[in-house]
């Protein structure tokens, strides 16, 4: 039985052990996939972020983000 390959541990961020029984092929497609899909998230959240930063007034927007921590 393979262990956990270390980039789905560090995708993970703590050992799932009912994962130990993919294969490390298989292990290493899901750290790519996870990798993948927290990418396209993060894209996804800073849009929706700057698209409702647009209602606030161009002037306001810097201290906007700083308060919200951007």
């Known amino acids: 039985m393979p262990k956990l390959d270390a980039a789905l541990l560090e995708v993970l961020g703590e050992p ?3 994962l130990e029984q993919l294969s490390t092929a298989n292990q290493k ?3 790519a996939d996870l990798t993948a899909a927290h990418d396209a998230h993060d894209a996804f959240l800073k849009e929706s972020m700057d698209n409702a930063l647009e209602h606030i007034p161009r002037l306001l927007r810097g201290t906007v983000k700083k308060i ?3």
């Open 16 to 18: 799932l052990l009912e």
């Open 68 to 70: 919200l921590g951007l």
């Open 29 to 31: 497609k899901l750290a």
